[in-house]
């Protein structure tokens, strides 16, 4: 059974600390190194919820892709629910990594495993990282799916691909429209425009778009938008993460047992549809 540093040393070779962007707060946040670490829970969010599932689990290591503080901090105390989840975690030995922008740029990183799941081949990354001689990592990805379809058929594809939430898949374009070539990025993906209108593809899966930008992207371009629950566009990067661990532990001759939280914790939690009436 491996100990938590050699756990660390595994997920720092996959997504180096380093590639995070310099805003972000990514490591591992409590735990033992020297503790041994038998079970390791995946999740997007260190949330009470999925805090407690890992407790009842009985994991050793929780590793989620959200960060539970990106601010300096001069307290811990349980007076509040970030502290209250780490007295939670400490008080029965379960360390917490965060892979955040490390993960989104890694290869494989987020948005593979968004255009994965989804049914794209990837090409390349939509933003390469200039660091990187193969040209594989960066931010975002471009795909390609393996024959042209309408963009209502491309939507149910999505939304049969990624994890109900109660938002759905939002579209904006012609339903009828030819996609054959799509940029994906996990999470917020709006400020990146430019990128995917130079790349040229038909259509952009991303999650949190907002009215001003997608107005304007609209007029700009015929590009199809695509807008998911940002929690289910990075949820498919827990099972790309948990397959490298166990990659990992099989060359080391390690024994995990891991689990990827299925709780759906997207901040939305009810869509009621508006009666179809004329302002």
């Known amino acids: 059974m491996p100990i938590l540093s050699d756990v660390l040393s595994v997920f720092d070779e996959l997504y180096p600390p380093a590639r995070a962007e310099s805003w972000d707060a990514v490591g591992l946040v409590c735990g033992d190194p020297d503790a041994e670490v038998g079970r390791v829970m995946f999740a997007v969010d260190p949330v009470a919820a999925v805090v407690d599932e890992a407790v009842e689990w009985g994991a050793d290591l929780l590793v989620t892709h959200h960060p539970l503080y990106l601010r300096g901090v001069t307290s811990v105390a349980a007076t509040g629910f970030k502290g209250r989840v780490v007295h939670t975690l400490i008080r029965h030995g379960v360390g917490l990594l965060t892979a955040h922008t490390n993960a989104d740029s890694a290869d494989p990183g987020v948005s593979d495993a968004l255009a994965e799941a989804v049914g794209l081949r990837v090409t390349g990354p939509l933003i390469p ?93 015929p590009l199809a938008l695509l807008d998911a629950a940002h929690w289910a566009t990075e949820w498919p990067w827990l099972r790309s993460a948990e397959r490298e661990l166990l990659a990992a532990a099989g060359k080391h001759g390690w024994t995990l047992d891991t689990r990827v939280s299925t709780q759906v914790t997207d901040a939305w939690t009810l869509h009621t549809p508006m009666p179809a009436a004329a302002p």
Not at 139 to 167: D, K, M, S, W, Y
Request: net charge negative; with cysteine.
């Open 129 to 221: 990282d200039p660091t990187d001689p193969a040209g594989r990592r960066g931010t975002g990805r471009i795909g390609e799916l393996p024959a042209p379809e309408p963009l209502a058929a491309f939507a149910a594809r999505v939304a049969a691909g990624l994890p109900a939430t109660v938002q759905g898949v939002r579209t904006a374009g012609d339903p009828e429209a030819p996609v054959r070539r799509v940029a994906v990025c996990g999470g917020s993906g709006d400020s990146f425009f430019d990128a995917v209108r130079a790349a040229g593809v038909d259509a952009y899966l991303t999650a949190d778009l907002r009215h001003h930008p997608v107005s304007e992207a609209r007029e700009a371009s």
